[in-house]
C-alpha cells in the first residue's frame, strides 16, 4: 500500500491568527522555559533533574539519580520540539546547546551503546529485567525520533549515530537469536526505531519493531513471567496487581478489537502498527487498525478528542463510557490519537481520520497548555467543579487549574514537541497532488510531475469559514490538489479563479480538483455556523444534554462568564447560536451566545435537601468559550455538556 | 439534660408485614450462615478464620493469625447480633454456643485483660502502637457492646466482668496518669465503654470515653506523632499519606463544624459524643452534634439516608457533592448515622432525627442484605451500570451484585446486629409516656406512673398509612403517648377510641396525645401517596432529575422491569404515580408505576458518536420498585433519579 508523504517541515512555514499565539509560545516561551526547567534553574517547579542525571551518568558529576523512571524521555521530548523549531526558525545559539546536549547524551552512552540515565546510574545490572515498569525502550524511542528531527532540521548525522548504537543493541538484546521475547512495557520505540530506519534505511528497525508488536499478548505473558523473577523490583506500587490489558498485552496485537488499558500506551501501539501494516503492505494488520480506530472514535472518545475514561490507570473502559468529570483525558492521549489518525490518513486516504486529528489538536491539544505557556493540564475534564476536586476522592486527579509543573512530566514537552511539528498535519503530498488536510495559513511546496508547486493558504479558520488557496508554479503542470472537506461542513462551495466549481468531485471525503496548475486561486467557503451537538444516546451521561460546537472547536461554559452552578443551566436548541468576536478576551476569540434558563436555587429551603419543591427558573443569556481556553481566568467551574431544554 | 429511655428489647415483640422476613433472616439464615463463616465452614466464601485466631491466641491451636487486623470485631458483633435475637427469641443451643464462644474469649484474653487476637498472636510487643490502624479499641469497643447485649439478654455477667478486665486496662494503659495522648484510630470503644458505665455504674468508663473524644485534635497530632516512631509498622498501604481528617482527628471535636473523613468513624464518633454530652450535661458538646447532623442530613446525605460520597476512603467530600454511581454509601455508615440519630432523639425529642434514623433503615441498611439473607453490598450506589462497574477504575469499588462474604467483613454482622436489634428503634419511654418513633407492628409494655401499660401497634406501613394502636392498662392512669409524624406525612387524622381528634398537638414534630390510658384504640391516618421528590438545586448531580418516594421508601427503576439505559428515562411529573401491591414480586411488595417516555436510540446512526442529530422519544410506563430490594434478579441496571419531563 502506498501510502501519502508528508511535506518535509522545513517546508511549511506557518503565519496564522489562531495558532500563532501557540507557535510563538513555543519558541519563545516553552522551549527555553523547558530548557530551564530540565537544568532545575527556575523555582517553584517541581525538580526535574534530567541534565543532571545525564552529567552523573557522563560521569561529570556525581550525586544520585532523581525524577521517576523514565525521565530521560523530558530531555528527548524537549530536543524533538527544538528540532522542529529548527526547521523553521533558524537559531544558531539554541543549535550550539543542542550539539553540546547531544555531547552530553554521548557521553552518557554506555561502552556498548545503552543510553538510559536511571539504569545507568542505579543498578546497571537491571537494565532490561523490568520492561513492565522500566521505560529504557520508551525513552530509546523517544531519543530515537529525536534525533530523526535534529538531522531533518539540521542535516547533523552525529545524533543519529549515537541513537544507531542504542538501536543496535537494542536488536541484538531482543534478537530472536538471543531467545529474547521480551517487549516494551510502554509502547514507543516501535515509533523511534520505524523512523530511524526511514532515515538509516536499516531493514533491521523496521523488522525488531514489527517482531515487538507481534510479541504482545504471546502466551505465558512475559510481565507475568518477568513479575515471578527473583530479581524482580517493583517501580510503581499502583501495578502490582499488573493487569496485562493495561500495556496492551492481553491478545496478540492482531486479536485485538477493542481500545483496553493507557490510553496513551495503546494509541502509541496502534501508530506503530499503521506504520508497520503500511511498511510490510500488510493489510490485515492494517484491518486492525481500522477496527480499533473505529472503536475509539465511534465508542470510547470524547467530543473533545480525548481518550482514557478512568482515572485510575489512565485507561480505556467501556464501550460508551464516558463521564465527563473523572475522566482521564490526558494531553498526551489526544497526541498519540493525532498521530495514528495521521498514519491512517496517509494509508487511506480517507478525510473521516483528519475529522478526528483536528478534533484533537484544536480542543485537548490546546487545553494542554495555558495562554502563558508556563502551565500545562495532564488531565482534560468535559465538566469542572473546583469543590470537590479534592485530594482523597476519585476525582483527585482533576485539576481546576493547570499545574507549573509535573513530577511526571510527559505532557508538557510531548505539546511542545506537537505544536512545534504542526506543519507536518497540514499538508500530504503525492507525485501528482497536494493533500490539504488543515485549515491553517501558512506557505508549502511541492514537486508536482517536474514541476516546484507553491502553495499558499490564507484563512481565519476556524472563525470564519473561506479559505483561499494560491497555487504558483513557474510552468503549468497539470496536478491535484485534495481539499479535506470536515464532517461539520454543512455547505461547501469551491471556486478556482473565481468560477464556481458546481459539481464538486470527492474522494474519501477529499473534494478533488483536476487542475493545470500555474497561477490559481482557489476560494472554498464553509459553512461554519455553530451547531448543537449531541452524543449518540448509548452514552448516558450526555443522555438530554447539548454541547455547542464551531468548526472543529468544542465550546463551553465557564463560571466567570455565566454564574456558579453550570450544571444548572438549560440551554434553549431552539434558538439562535450568536457569535461575535471579542478582541479582548482571551487574547481575542470568537464568542458564542445562546439563550436559555437556569433552575434557581432561590427559595429552594436551604435547610431542605430533598422535598417536593418544584424547580424554579430564571431566563438567561449562555455565554460560552472555545474550551481550549477554560481556565485562564479565575479559577471556577467549567461545563461542555449542557442540559437541553427539551 | 433528661433523655428519654430505649425500652428493653425483650419488652418489643414485632410482627410486621414488612420486616418480619427480615427478621426471620436474621434468626435462621443469617446468625447461622455468620457462625458457619467464623468457622470457616461454608466452601465458596472468603476465609474469615476469626474463631480460629482465638483458638491460636488461646493457645488451644497452633497456627498463624489470618485476617484483617479487626478481624475479631466480627465475632463480636455476630455475639451482639445473637443477644438481641435471643433476648426475644430464647434458644438454649444457641445460647449454649455463645457461652462455649465467651469462655474461649475469656480463654485468649491476656494477663493483663488485653484482648485482641491479632496482635497477640503476631506480636505482643505492638499492642497499642498503632493506634490508627491497629483497630484493638475498636473492637474492644465492640465486645463491649456485645458483652452488654449478652448481659441484658440472658442476665449472665460473665462476659461483662471479661469486658471489665479489658476496658480497664484501657482505662490504666491510656490514663493521663501514664501521660498518655493516645486515642483510637477508627471510634467505637467510646460507644463501648458508655454502655459498660451505663450497666456497671462504673464512671471510670464513662470518664475515659469523654477523654478518648476531647483528645482528638491535640497538636501534634497523635497520629503523625506515632507514624515516626522508628517502631512504626503500617498495616494498610493506601494509608500511608495519612490525612488526620479521616479519623476526624484534624480538629478538636468541639471545632467540628462538618462531616469530614471516613463516616463510619464519623457517625460513630458522633453517636458516642452525643452519649458523652448527655451523660455530662454537656450544651456545647450537643450543639456541636448538632451542627454536625445538619451539616450531614442537609448537605452531605444521600436520599437513601447514605453518606460517604467518595469510594476512596469511603469518606465525605464536601457539601452537595453527592454523585449517584461512583459513591461509597457504605450500610455500615447508615447503620451509625441512624445510630447517631437515635441518641440525638432520645435528647432532643425531636421528629426529625428519626425521619433520617427511619430513611437510613428502610432503604441503605435493607439494600445491604440481599432476599435471601446470603450475600452483601457494603457499597449503596443510586444508579448501577453493571458494564462500568469494573476493575481498575474509580468504580471498582460499585458492585452491580450482593457478594457473599467479604475480605473486610464489616456490613454483614453490622446488618445482622442492626436488625436483631430494630425493637430498640421503635420506642422510646419516659415516666409519663410512651413515644412511637416507627411504625412497625409490634406489642410492647412500659411503666406509666405505677401502671404497666401494654401497647400494641398494627400496620401494613410504609404500603399503607393506616396505623392502629391499641393501648391497656389494668387500671386507668394518666399519660401520654407520642407519635411521630414523619415529614413526608401530608395528610395526618388521629382518632382515639373512633374519635377524630380536631386540633392535634405537637411536641417537637411529635403528635402528643394525652390520654387517661387504660383501654384505649388510637387510630392513625397518614397520607402515604408516593410523591416525586427532588433535590437542592446546588446538588449538582441531581439538577432536572427527580426520585420516587412513599412514606419512607425510595423507589428505584431495574432494568429488569423496564429497558437498558435507564438513564434515558424521563419521567412525566404531571401524570399519576399509581401504585399496586404485587404478591408475585420480590416476596411481595408495592410496585409504583408513572408515565413518561425514553430517548431512543433507534435512528441514531451507530457509527457517529457525536452529531447534530434530534432527540427522539417513545411513551414508555415506567415501572419502579423499593431501593432495598434492588440487585435481587438478574443483574441489570439500575436508577434512583430519573430525569424529568420539564
Given at each position: 500500500?502506498?501510502?501519502?508523504?508528508?511535506?518535509?517541515?522545513?517546508?511549511?512555514?506557518?503565519?496564522?491568527?489562531?495558532?500563532?499565539?501557540?507557535?510563538?509560545?513555543?519558541?519563545?516561551?516553552?522551549?527555553?522555559?523547558?530548557?530551564?526547567?530540565?537544568?532545575?534553574?527556575?523555582?517553584?517547579?517541581?525538580?526535574?533533574?534530567?541534565?543532571?542525571?545525564?552529567?552523573?551518568?557522563?560521569?561529570?558529576?556525581?550525586?544520585?539519580?532523581?525524577?521517576?523512571?523514565?525521565?530521560?524521555?523530558?530531555?528527548?521530548?524537549?530536543?524533538?520540539?527544538?528540532?522542529?523549531?529548527?526547521?523553521?526558525?533558524?537559531?544558531?545559539?539554541?543549535?550550539?546547546?543542542?550539539?553540546?546536549?547531544?555531547d552530553?547524551?554521548?557521553?552518557a552512552?554506555?561502552?556498548?551503546?545503552?543510553?538510559?540515565?536511571?539504569?545507568?546510574?542505579?543498578?546497571?545490572?537491571?537494565?532490561?529485567?523490568?520492561?513492565?515498569?522500566?521505560h529504557?525502550?520508551?525513552?530509546?524511542?523517544?531519543?530515537?525520533?529525536?534525533?530523526?528531527?535534529?538531522?531533518?532540521?539540521?542535516?547533523?548525522?552525529?545524533?543519529?549515530?549515537?541513537?544507531?548504537?542504542?538501536?543496535?543493541?537494542?536488536?541484538?538484546?531482543?534478537?530472536?537469536?538471543?531467545?529474547?521475547?521480551?517487549?516494551?512495557?510502554?509502547?514507543?520505540?516501535?515509533?523511534?526505531?520505524?523512523?530511524?530506519?526511514?532515515?538509516?534505511?536499516?531493514?533491521?528497525?523496521?523488522?525488531?519493531?514489527?517482531?515487538?508488536?507481534?510479541?504482545?499478548?504471546e502466551?505465558?505473558?512475559?510481565?507475568?513471567?518477568?513479575?515471578?523473577?527473583p530479581?524482580?523490583?517493583?517501580?510503581?506500587?499502583?501495578?502490582?496487581?499488573?493487569?496485562?490489558?493495561?500495556?496492551?498485552?492481553h491478545?496478540?496485537?492482531?486479536?485485538?478489537?477493542?481500545a483496553?488499558?493507557?490510553?496513551?500506551?495503546?494509541?502509541?501501539m496502534?501508530?506503530a502498527?499503521?506504520?508497520?501494516?503500511?511498511?510490510?503492505?500488510?493489510?490485515?494488520?492494517?484491518?486492525?487498525?481500522?477496527?480499533?480506530?473505529?472503536?475509539?472514535?465511534?465508542?470510547?472518545?470524547?467530543?473533545?478528542?480525548?481518550?482514557g475514561?478512568s482515572?485510575?490507570?489512565?485507561?480505556?473502559?467501556?464501550?460508551y463510557?464516558?463521564p465527563?468529570?473523572?475522566?482521564?483525558?490526558?494531553?498526551?492521549?489526544?497526541?498519540?490519537?493525532?498521530?495514528?489518525?495521521?498514519?491512517?490518513?496517509?494509508?487511506?486516504?480517507?478525510?473521516?481520520?483528519y475529522?478526528?486529528?483536528?478534533?484533537?489538536?484544536?480542543?485537548?491539544?490546546l487545553?494542554?497548555?495555558?495562554?502563558d505557556?508556563?502551565?500545562f493540564?495532564?488531565?482534560?475534564?468535559l465538566?469542572?467543579?473546583?469543590?470537590?476536586?479534592?485530594?482523597?476522592?476519585?476525582?483527585?486527579?482533576?485539576?481546576?487549574?493547570?499545574q507549573?509543573?509535573?513530577?511526571?512530566?510527559?505532557c508538557?514537552?510531548?505539546?511542545?514537541?506537537?505544536?512545534?511539528?504542526?506543519?507536518?498535519?497540514?499538508?500530504?503530498?503525492?507525485?501528482?497532488?497536494?493533500?490539504v488536510?488543515?485549515?491553517?495559513?501558512?506557505k508549502?511546496?511541492?514537486?508536482?510531475?517536474?514541476?516546484?508547486?507553491?502553495?499558499?493558504?490564507?484563512?481565519?479558520?476556524?472563525?470564519?469559514?473561506?479559505?483561499?488557496i494560491?497555487l504558483?508554479?513557474?510552468?503549468?503542470?497539470?496536478?491535484?490538489?485534495?481539499?479535506?472537506?470536515?464532517?461539520?461542513?454543512?455547505?461547501?462551495?469551491?471556486?478556482?479563479?473565481?468560477?464556481?466549481?458546481?459539481?464538486?468531485?470527492?474522494?474519501?471525503?477529499?473534494?478533488?480538483?483536476?487542475?493545470?496548475?500555474?497561477?490559481?486561486?482557489?476560494?472554498?467557503?464553509?459553512?461554519?455556523?455553530?451547531?448543537?451537538?449531541?452524543?449518540?444516546?448509548?452514552?448516558?451521561?450526555?443522555?438530554?444534554?447539548?454541547?455547542?460546537?464551531?468548526?472543529?472547536?468544542?465550546?463551553?461554559l465557564?463560571?466567570?462568564?455565566?454564574?456558579?452552578?453550570?450544571?444548572?443551566?438549560y440551554?434553549?436548541?431552539?434558538?439562535?447560536?450568536?457569535?461575535?468576536y471579542?478582541?479582548?478576551?482571551?487574547?481575542?476569540?470568537?464568542?458564542?451566545?445562546?439563550?436559555?434558563?437556569?433552575?434557581?436555587?432561590?427559595?429552594?429551603?436551604?435547610?431542605?435537601?430533598?422535598?417536593?419543591?418544584?424547580p424554579?427558573?430564571?431566563?438567561?443569556?449562555?455565554t460560552?468559550?472555545?474550551?481550549?481556553?477554560?481556565?485562564?481566568?479565575?479559577?471556577?467551574?467549567?461545563?461542555v455538556?449542557?442540559?437541553?431544554s427539551?
Amino acid at each position: 500500500m502506498k501510502k501519502l508523504n508528508m511535506i518535509p517541515l522545513k517546508n511549511v512555514r506557518i503565519s496564522d491568527p489562531f495558532w500563532d499565539r501557540y507557535l510563538e509560545l513555543v519558541k519563545d516561551i516553552l522551549i527555553p522555559y523547558q530548557w530551564d526547567i530540565l537544568n532545575d534553574r527556575l523555582e517553584n517547579v517541581e525538580t526535574s533533574h534530567c541534565i543532571k542525571n545525564f552529567k552523573i551518568a557522563a560521569e561529570k558529576e556525581t550525586g544520585e539519580f532523581y525524577g521517576a523512571v523514565f525521565q530521560d524521555s523530558d530531555l528527548a521530548k524537549w530536543i524533538e520540539a527544538v528540532s522542529y523549531s529548527l526547521a523553521v526558525h533558524p537559531d544558531e545559539d539554541l543549535e550550539n546547546t543542542v550539539d553540546e546536549v547531544i555531547d552530553l547524551i554521548e557521553a552518557a552512552q554506555q561502552e556498548d551503546g545503552y543510553i538510559n540515565t536511571y539504569f545507568t546510574i542505579k543498578d546497571k545490572s537491571l537494565r532490561f529485567t523490568n520492561l513492565q515498569e522500566g521505560h529504557e525502550l520508551y525513552c530509546a524511542g523517544h531519543f530515537m525520533e529525536a534525533a530523526v528531527a535534529y538531522y531533518r532540521a539540521t542535516g547533523k548525522d552525529k545524533f543519529i549515530h549515537i541513537m544507531q548504537r542504542f538501536a543496535d543493541l537494542i536488536c541484538d538484546e531482543f534478537s530472536p537469536l538471543k531467545n529474547s521475547k521480551g517487549y516494551p512495557g510502554h509502547q514507543e520505540v516501535e515509533i523511534g526505531l520505524f523512523k530511524l530506519y526511514e532515515v538509516t534505511g536499516e531493514t533491521r528497525y523496521l523488522e525488531q519493531a514489527k517482531m515487538f508488536l507481534d510479541r504482545r499478548g504471546e502466551q505465558p505473558n512475559y510481565f507475568m513471567e518477568e513479575m515471578k523473577r527473583p530479581d524482580f523490583k517493583r517501580i510503581f506500587d499502583e501495578l502490582k496487581d499488573y493487569d496485562v490489558s493495561y500495556s496492551q498485552s492481553h491478545l496478540p496485537i492482531r486479536e485485538q478489537k477493542t481500545a483496553e488499558g493507557h490510553a496513551v500506551r495503546a494509541v502509541y501501539m496502534y501508530s506503530a502498527m499503521a506504520d508497520i501494516a503500511a511498511a510490510y503492505n500488510d493489510e490485515e494488520l492494517l484491518s486492525v487498525c481500522e477496527a480499533l480506530w473505529n472503536n475509539i472514535v465511534e465508542r470510547r472518545m470524547y467530543i473533545s478528542g480525548s481518550i482514557g475514561s478512568s482515572g485510575l490507570l489512565e485507561r480505556f473502559t467501556t464501550d460508551y463510557d464516558l463521564p465527563n468529570n473523572c475522566n482521564y483525558s490526558e494531553t498526551c492521549a489526544s497526541i498519540g490519537l493525532a498521530l495514528f489518525g495521521r498514519r491512517m490518513a496517509q494509508i487511506e486516504k480517507n478525510s473521516k481520520y483528519y475529522d478526528v486529528v483536528e478534533r484533537a489538536l484544536y480542543n485537548t491539544v490546546l487545553s494542554g497548555i495555558a495562554a502563558d505557556g508556563k502551565s500545562f493540564f495532564y488531565v482534560n475534564p468535559l465538566e469542572v467543579w473546583p469543590d470537590n476536586c479534592i485530594p482523597r476522592t476519585s476525582k483527585e486527579h482533576v485539576k481546576p487549574t493547570r499545574q507549573p509543573w509535573f513530577g511526571v512530566a510527559c505532557c508538557p514537552p510531548n505539546i511542545a514537541r506537537t505544536l512545534a511539528s504542526l506543519g507536518e498535519y497540514i499538508y500530504f503530498a503525492e507525485n501528482n497532488a497536494i493533500w490539504v488536510n488543515l485549515f491553517i495559513s501558512s506557505k508549502t511546496k511541492s514537486i508536482i510531475g517536474n514541476q516546484e508547486v507553491s502553495l499558499e493558504l490564507k484563512t481565519k479558520f476556524p472563525y470564519e469559514g473561506y479559505i483561499r488557496i494560491e497555487l504558483s508554479s513557474e510552468a503549468a503542470v497539470n496536478g491535484k490538489i485534495y481539499l479535506r472537506v470536515p464532517d461539520y461542513v454543512k455547505g461547501c462551495r469551491v471556486s478556482v479563479d473565481g468560477r464556481n466549481i458546481e459539481t464538486l468531485k470527492y474522494s474519501g471525503g477529499y473534494c478533488a480538483l483536476e487542475l493545470e496548475i500555474q497561477n490559481q486561486t482557489i476560494d472554498i467557503y464553509f459553512d461554519l455556523t455553530p451547531r448543537f451537538i449531541r452524543a449518540n444516546p448509548l452514552v448516558k451521561e450526555d443522555i438530554g444534554k447539548v454541547a455547542v460546537m464551531k468548526g472543529p472547536l468544542v465550546y463551553c461554559l465557564e463560571e466567570m462568564d455565566n454564574e456558579a452552578n453550570l450544571p444548572a443551566y438549560y440551554i434553549d436548541t431552539s434558538s439562535e447560536l450568536s457569535e461575535h468576536y471579542d478582541s479582548e478576551m482571551l487574547g481575542g476569540t470568537m464568542v458564542i451566545q445562546c439563550e436559555g434558563r437556569k433552575m434557581i436555587q432561590e427559595g429552594w429551603e436551604a435547610e431542605k435537601l430533598y422535598s417536593e419543591q418544584k424547580p424554579v427558573f430564571n431566563k438567561k443569556v449562555l455565554t460560552l468559550i472555545p474550551y481550549p481556553y477554560w481556565g485562564n481566568r479565575k479559577t471556577g467551574e467549567m461545563l461542555v455538556w449542557m442540559k437541553e431544554s427539551i
